[in-house]
């Protein structure tokens, strides 16, 4: 697979007109739309995405970025989700949580470590500040907890704008909880205060983590909840318990125990062979090149000098050198690099005072701690200890046990990406050529390709795993040309967002470039032989942003049934299968003016 993704990289050289652009995807930190231009030609990669925007996301807005690309590659995972409010979700959600609280159950959230779980955590947090749930524990189990909260915190800019706004005008920062507690291991969740609890744990398909040891401990307490809050993986633990119908699940469950009797002596044995084994490969190599011997290596236990000599046979043997411990060893007339020289003894004196005198207090440089730092230096301790622990050797006993499901089970969508209508509606608006489903099961992936082929449909694939695509050129129908200097001179150029647009006539000749490669030059043609044509309105407007400039130049509009009609006079409405605009009134100084205001809606290419 890897071998396959080398090989499909193409080189870029400088200078080559493709330019890469990336997005807001709206789904998770760091998500991103992609653009790539080439040509003039764009591409889009939008997997995952998420139009809605969430309490720490912006949502992402492809329609108002992207028109008619000529290639789309988006994911179909989402497609067999159906529409659902947002508020109705979260009513249900914290009213599931709190029905759960009050009846003294504890309530477990299976969530990724650092993605869509900053969702939930705003959530909460906001719940638990809004309400005074101190009763309650609300917790973050991750191995990665802290380090999670701290890249949050320093993310702000690239979540909601809000969280930007906040902290610019308050100095508050949206991941700066209060009520949520941090924990690395069940053990830390052991530690604290026996309430009835909030607990997001890692991992969501609880295949392994702290999610799947709380499941054994609470899955068969009637009064406690499960929430799923995306979509199961495939064959995993967390997929069984939200499909399962029986209420019973296998589970294998492993721990790592400390090596005991003749499995120690054993794995004793096999360590001490192979480190033999090591320092024999390393005593065989040649050591005819190392002419002298560092001071450190020469030392030996009775304070004389061990040095390798090589005999007939070209062994090694450990001879020792009778000489005294400050003697300097040189074999041959020329020293080598790191051979040890004679030395002065020396003695770093620390100064209490500085260059002027003035007693130097280190209390005064040192950093208070609070709580936190505390805390997370005591955690760091903990770790420490628990490494130091696990240095022993150990071994993996897996026991298989049948889990009695009594629980409350519930799946909540939460994963943070465009449902089935939502995402027709949007390939639908930006109109690609050709489109691209990757990513989701087979059914998700063939419910967006049907939801997609209406109309004017783009041509649609749906590629296997390490399947290549050939995209048609008529989607992708770029030339590249260069524009001579008096071509350039002769055409009016307009601008159109980033673009320049202009009507061109020219012939396009072959030349050689400086370095004596082929290109395509296109020059003018002469007068004689240019054709007529008319001018090319480029843009589009609504009539709504028309009556806007139409009321700001004094002229009374009102709109009727689709109609835009001006001081009484004229009219202006869109007809026809094309939308065209229509103008109507008596020639008049009023009839130009409105003409005007509407010819400054477009970009006019004469």
Not at 5 to 25: L, Q
Not at 76 to 88: E, R
Not at 128 to 155: D, H, I, P, R
Not at 157 to 170: D, I, K, L, Q
Request: net charge negative; charged share 25%.
């Amino acid at each position: 697979f890897v071998r396959s993704c080398v090989c499909a990289c193409v080189c870029v050289w400088a200078g080559k007109s493709v330019s890469i652009t990336p997005f807001n995807a709206g789904h998770l930190v760091g998500g991103t739309v992609w653009r790539i231009n080439v040509d003039g030609e764009d591409v889009v990669y939008a997997v995952d995405i998420n139009h809605r925007k969430d309490l720490h996301l912006n949502g992402a807005n492809l329609e108002q970025i992207f028109d008619k690309p000529a290639l789309m590659i988006t994911s179909g995972s989402s497609s067999l989700v159906s529409p659902v409010s947002k508020q109705a979700r979260d009513r249900e959600f914290l009213g599931s949580i709190m029905n759960t609280l009050r009846h003294d159950g504890n309530v477990l959230l299976p969530v990724d470590t650092a993605g869509r779980v900053l969702e939930l955590i705003c959530l909460l947090e906001t719940h638990w500040q809004k309400n005074q749930l101190g009763n309650y524990e609300l917790v973050l189990l991750t191995s990665v907890a802290y380090n999670t909260m701290e890249f949050a915190k320093s993310q702000l800019e690239w979540m909601n704008t809000s969280f930007t706004t906040s902290f610019e005008h308050t100095r508050t920062n949206a991941f700066s909880t209060k009520f949520m507690k941090i924990c690395h291991s069940k053990s830390d969740l052991l530690k604290l205060p026996k309430k009835p609890r909030v607990v997001m744990a890692s991992l969501a398909s609880m295949e392994s983590g702290p999610a799947r040891e709380l499941l054994i401990d609470w899955a068969m307490v009637p009064n406690n909840l499960i929430v799923f809050t995306q979509s199961p993986v495939a064959d995993s633990l967390g997929h069984h318990l939200q499909t399962g119908l029986s209420g019973s699940v296998r589970v294998q469950v492993s721990r790592r125990i400390p090596l005991e009797g003749k499995e120690l002596e054993q794995h004793i044995m096999m360590e001490e062979e192979k480190r033999i084994k090591e320092e024999k490969g390393e005593k065989g190599v040649d050591t005819k090149e190392n002419a002298a011997f560092s001071l450190e290596s020469a030392r030996t236990a009775s304070g004389a000098l061990a040095r390798l000599a090589s005999t007939s046979n070209g062994s090694s043997v450990l001879e020792v050198v009778d000489h005294g411990f400050k003697d300097v060893l040189i074999e041959g007339f020329v020293p080598s690099e790191d051979c040890a020289g004679p030395l002065f003894p020396f003695k770093a004196e620390v100064k209490e005072e500085d260059e002027y005198g003035e007693v130097i207090d280190a209390s005064r440089f040192e950093i208070d701690l609070n709580e936190e730092d505390i805390a997370v230096a005591n955690s760091a301790e903990a770790m420490d200890v628990e490494f130091e622990a696990d240095a022993r050797p150990t071994k993996v006993v897996s026991i298989g046990m049948t889990l009695h499901l009594r629980a409350t089970v519930m799946l909540m969508d939460f994963e943070g990406k465009s449902d089935s209508y939502s995402m027709k509606t949007i390939i639908g608006n930006i109109g690609p050529r050709e489109l691209v489903v990757v990513s989701g099961s087979y059914d998700a992936v063939q419910t967006l390709i049907k939801g997609v082929k209406s109309g004017d449909s783009p041509k649609v694939h749906d590629p296997d795993n390490l399947q290549f695509v050939s995209v048609s050129s008529a989607a992708i129908s770029s030339f590249s040309l260069k524009m001579s200097e008096d071509l350039l001179r002769v055409i009016q150029l307009q601008s159109i967002g980033p673009y320049s647009v202009a009507w061109v006539q020219g012939r396009v000749e072959e030349k050689e470039d400086d370095s004596g490669n082929a290109e395509h030059v296109l020059g003018p043609v002469e007068k004689k032989f240019r054709s007529q044509h008319t001018a090319a309105f480029v843009g589009d407007f609504s009539l709504g942003d028309l009556r806007h400039d139409l009321v700001r130049s004094g002229i009374k509009t009102e709109l009727v049934q689709g109609v835009l009609v001006c001081d009484d006079l004229i009219s202006i409405q869109r007809a026809g299968p094309d939308n065209e605009i229509v103008i109507q009134g008596p020639l008049s100084p009023k009839y130009y003016k409105v003409r005007d205001i509407l010819y400054n809606q477009y970009s006019i290419c004469s």
